[in-house]
């Protein structure tokens, strides 16, 4: 076994590989991070909840070019079958809607149906005995587009706040 002499040299602090200082997590940064982690997912949702919907067409379609073959004595079902489905909105706008006001004297037992979407409203006239009575279609019809405020405002209504 052979000896060093060679005198022990200390080498220097410096040359110690340096240690990195483990700072403590603090449950404070952490939820704070979560905080706005669930805040940014619930923006996007929001915005996606209002913003996605009108760019889908309508779920139903009111089959307007068909109005004018409503003649009367057809029945509620044989109107439905030409117009596309049940009375009812057909559109995707639920903001306020305008119309002309054209004036309809109905007699008595005489009951109005509409079928409408964003810019049609059809009224159908019903007798007393379900046979179509007469039909019109009005001038002008427009259903507006929702504002971003007011759908916000539903939200809230909806979720109870």
């Not at 483990?22 to 706005?36: G, V």
């Not at 307007?64 to 489905?85: I, W, Y």
């Amino acid at each position: 076994m052979a000896y060093d002499n060679r005198p022990a040299v200390r080498e220097p602090a410096s040359a110690k590989p340096a240690e990195t200082p483990t700072i403590p997590r603090q449950p404070r940064l952490r939820r704070m991070a979560l905080a706005i982690t669930v805040g940014l997912i619930m923006s996007v949702l929001l915005v996606a909840f209002l913003v996605f919907p009108a760019c889908l067409p309508p779920s139903r379609q009111l089959n307007v070019g068909n109005f004018v073959q409503v003649r009367p004595g057809m029945t509620q079902n044989e109107v439905e079958v030409l117009l596309g489905g049940l009375p009812g909105f057909y559109g995707r706008n639920f903001g306020q809607s305008r119309m002309t006001e054209e004036g309809v004297i109905l007699p008595p037992g005489v009951r109005e149906m509409s079928w409408s979407d964003d810019n049609n409203r059809l009224e159908v006239f019903f007798g007393s005995d379900g046979k179509v009575w007469g039909s019109h279609k009005r001038a002008g019809f427009h259903v507006a587009p929702i504002s971003f405020k007011e759908k916000l405002r539903q939200l809230m209504r909806r979720l109870g706040l």
